[in-house]
Every structure is written in structure tokens, then in C-alpha cells.
């Protein structure tokens, strides 16, 4: 079934830990982006990226990195994880500039999310 | 900047209730506005959209109309079931110069009883 693959699916992690969250797609979509989500904040954005090879900073990227190096996957590294980002994190996808894409507001796609806990 | 609040919850509904969940917007221009959904332990999915101002969205039996004179994207249902309890959220998106990017409010908790 074509989507998107988040792992870990949880993860506990001790403070000062090195820690990088897996995401891959398989529909061949131009934009991918990280999130974080809260209770009473919602989902804000970490990082996001248009296309490989490029990314940019959302509302919230002090303390992650991201790279993308090809199209399908889009990792998130938490360099010294702190427990501050104890979140539930969601990989998302969209056809943005993708060939034959016409639309000019396209949804997002979900992965599952990863739980991660910093202790 | 741009942004979306939506109305607190939780909100606790008999089956066959009426549904509103609030859901307003600060932007420039003329931003696409979304309603997603999210089922417990599940990512977000698409519920609905609208792209222009008076266009309706609508979905499952949930509809959404785009408002540009009262800024507003309210979400309505109007017989609700226990399966529609979830986390609603409000979104927009506001692309420009190749860059997209979406604005979420902070969800709204539905409870459903039968």
C-alpha cells in the first residue's frame, strides 16, 4: 500500500542522546515535512522540504536537523535530545511541483507518527 | 503572520447531535483552507477543503464553508456518530515564491455518546 513509513513507532531516549526518526514515502511527492505535535499546541512545523536536495526551517527547528538526499526519504535528527522535545512527531508528504501535478492547494499525507519520550 | 485558532474542546456530543467547530484565520491574500481528522493512535487525514472564498467543502456528511468576509472555515455535521470522535483540526496554506506550507490550529477534541 503506497504512503508513508515513520519509524521507530515510540522510542524512549535518555537526555543528551543522539536520536534520528526514519521517514520514507513511495508516491514520488516533491515536498515533505516534519511536525511535532502537543496537546494544546496542535502541529507545528519543524522542517520541511520542497524538493531533494533542498529543506528549510519551519516554526520550530532549534535543536533538529533534517537532510534529503533523494526523494523518497526525509530523515529527522535530534543532535542532543533534551526533554523539551518529548512529542509525538508526523512525517508528511505532497505532490507540490511534483510532474503532472496541477493542483495548487494539494493535501497532505500522514504517516503513523513516532511517540518519542526524553528522559 | 499567518495563523488559524480554532475553538477550544473537548466538545462531548449525543449520537445524532448538531456539530460546530468554530475555526478562524488570519492571512494574506487568499489562502486555501482545510479540515483534517485524526482517529486515535493514526495520523492526520483529509476531511475537506476550499479553495476560494464561498466555496464549500464537504465530506462524510461534514461541511465547511470559506468565508473571506468573517475569515472563517466553521466545521458542521449535522448528525453526528460515535465514530466521528476524533481531533479535528483547522488548517491554511499559503504558498508563494516555491515555498508551501501549512498552519494548523490546535485541534478540537470530539466525544461522541450513543
Known amino acids: 500500500i503506497a504512503g508513508i513509513t515513520q519509524a521507530p513507532t515510540s522510542q524512549i531516549l535518555a537526555a543528551g542522546r543522539r536520536m534520528t526518526l526514519r521517514c520514507t514515502q513511495d508516491?514520488?511527492?516533491?515536498?515533505m515535512y516534519w511536525y511535532r505535535q502537543d496537546l494544546g499546541l496542535g502541529l507545528r512545523l519543524i522542517h520541511y522540504?520542497?524538493?531533494?536536495?533542498?529543506?528549510g526551517k519551519g516554526e520550530v527547528p532549534d535543536g533538529y536537523s533534517v537532510s534529503r538526499a533523494n526523494t523518497d526519504d526525509f530523515p529527522l535528527t535530534l543532535a542532543s535530545a533534551v526533554p523539551s522535545q518529548t512529542s509525538v512527531y508526523f512525517c508528511?508528504?505532497?505532490?507540490?511541483?511534483?510532474?503532472?501535478?496541477?493542483?495548487?492547494?494539494?493535501?497532505?499525507?500522514f504517516g503513523s507518527g513516532t511517540q518519542l519520550s526524553v528522559l | 503572520g499567518n495563523s488559524v485558532t480554532q475553538m477550544e474542546g473537548p466538545v462531548t456530543l449525543s449520537e445524532e447531535a448538531f456539530l460546530t467547530i468554530n475555526c478562524t484565520y488570519t492571512?494574506?491574500?487568499?489562502?486555501?483552507l482545510f479540515w483534517y481528522v485524526q482517529y486515535p493512535g493514526e495520523g492526520l487525514q483529509l476531511l475537506l477543503k476550499?479553495?476560494?472564498?464561498?466555496d464549500k467543502g464537504s465530506n462524510k456528511g461534514f461541511e465547511a464553508t470559506y468565508r473571506k468576509e468573517t475569515t472563517s472555515f466553521h466545521l458542521e455535521k449535522g448528525s453526528v456518530q460515535v465514530s466521528d470522535s476524533a481531533v479535528y483540526f483547522c488548517?491554511?496554506?499559503?504558498?508563494?515564491?516555491?515555498?508551501?506550507?501549512?498552519?494548523f490550529g490546535t485541534g478540537t477534541r470530539l466525544k461522541v455518546l450513543a
Open positions: 508528511a508528504s505532497s505532490p507540490y511541483g511534483t510532474k503532472g501535478s496541477t493542483a495548487t492547494n494539494e493535501k497532505l499525507f
Open positions: 508516491m514520488r511527492h516533491n515536498a
Open positions: 522540504s520542497n524538493t531533494a536536495g533542498t529543506t
Open positions: 492571512a494574506t491574500g487568499y489562502p486555501s
Open positions: 476550499a479553495t476560494k472564498a464561498d
Open positions: 488548517a491554511l496554506e499559503k504558498g508563494g515564491t516555491g515555498t508551501y506550507k501549512y498552519i
